[in-house]
Each structure stands twice: as C-alpha cells, then as structure tokens.
C-alpha cells in the first residue's frame, strides 16, 4: 500500500509539475507572440517613415524643380522698353515719357522674370501681353543689378 500511495504522489507530483510547465509554455509563448507583434510593428513604423522620408524628399525635389523652372524664366527683349532690363538708363531715355509709360517701363523689368502683378491695371495691361507669363510672387531676386537701379531710377521720375 505504501509502494502505491508513493506511486499515487510521485504521478500526482508529475501531474502538478507538467501542468505547470504547461503554463510556463503559455506564458512564453504569449511573450513571443508579443514580442512578434512589436517587431511588426517597429518593422511598419521603420518602413512608414522611409516612404514619409522620401515622399518629403520627393515633394522638395518637386518644388525645388518648380522654382528652378520659375526663376529660369526671362523675356529677354520682351515688352515697349526691353533696355529697362538691358542697359542702365538715363534722363534721354525717358525724358519724354508719360507718368503711365513710366510705370509700365517700371512694370516690364518685373514682368520679363514672371512678377504676378496685384493692381488692376498692370494685370490688364500684362495679361495682353504674349511674352508675359504670370510664375512669382517676388521677383526681387532675380533682378539684376543694372535691374534694381533702373528700377529706382524710374520711381524718381514716376
């Protein structure tokens, strides 16, 4: 009788420990599933920020080209007073001009590098023009130097 209740603990013994590895198995292997899943998930933020990276690079490129194309535009001997952009100007090349062809001498030496024009009356004046392609908001940094004085030069007389 005692080899069998010495049987009965030992198998019980068994039992008990067995059942318990069979937990510790589940509790690992929920720790891998876990572990899996954070993976995927670092794996999914690692690819998602590649493609945010080079959408963002690509979108820089695209703007970049854009403003290359504006900037590169220039109506080179374009509109009634194309030495406004040619040459620096003196008295002799204005003196008979009105206070309007002023202005639009003024106006062409923006229009020729693309200025989109905010009054009235340069935008109707521009639109008319063939040569005129409406691109910047500021055009100030591609004027040239002979540009911005002549520029100047005719606000004296304006």
């Known amino acids: 009788m ?6 009965l603990y030992i198998l019980s013994v068994l ?15 929920k ?3 876990m572990q899996n899943e954070a993976i995927a998930k670092d794996k999914e933020a ?6 945010e ?9 695209k703007n970049k080209k854009k403003a290359n194309d504006n900037s590169s535009y220039f109506a ?11 040459r620096y100007l003196s ?14 001498m003024r106006n062409e030496i923006f ?9 009235s009356d340069m935008i109707q004046h521009f639109s008319e023009q063939s040569w005129y392609r409406p691109l910047n908001n500021d055009v100030t940094a591609y004027l040239s130097k002979i540009e911005k004085e002549n520029v100047n030069f005719i606000k004296q007389y304006e």
């Not at 690692?46 to 493609?51: A, I």
């Not at 080179?76 to 040619?86: L, R, V, Y």
């Not at 008295?91 to 202005?103: A, G």
């Open 91 to 104: 008295y002799v090349d204005i003196e008979y001009l009105s206070s309007r062809d002023l202005k639009i």
């Open 76 to 86: 080179k001997g374009a509109g009634m007073f194309p030495e406004g952009s040619q």
């Open 111 to 119: 229009a020729r590098h693309g200025y989109i024009f905010k009054t």
């Open 46 to 51: 690692v690819v998602n920020n590649t493609l």
């Open 2 to 7: 005692l080899k069998s209740y010495i049987t």
């Open 31 to 33: 720790k891998i599933q």
């Open 53 to 61: 990276e080079k959408d963002a690079e690509i979108n820089k490129l």
């Open 15 to 29: 039992f008990f420990s067995c059942q318990n590895n069979d937990s510790k198995i589940e509790e690992l292997e």
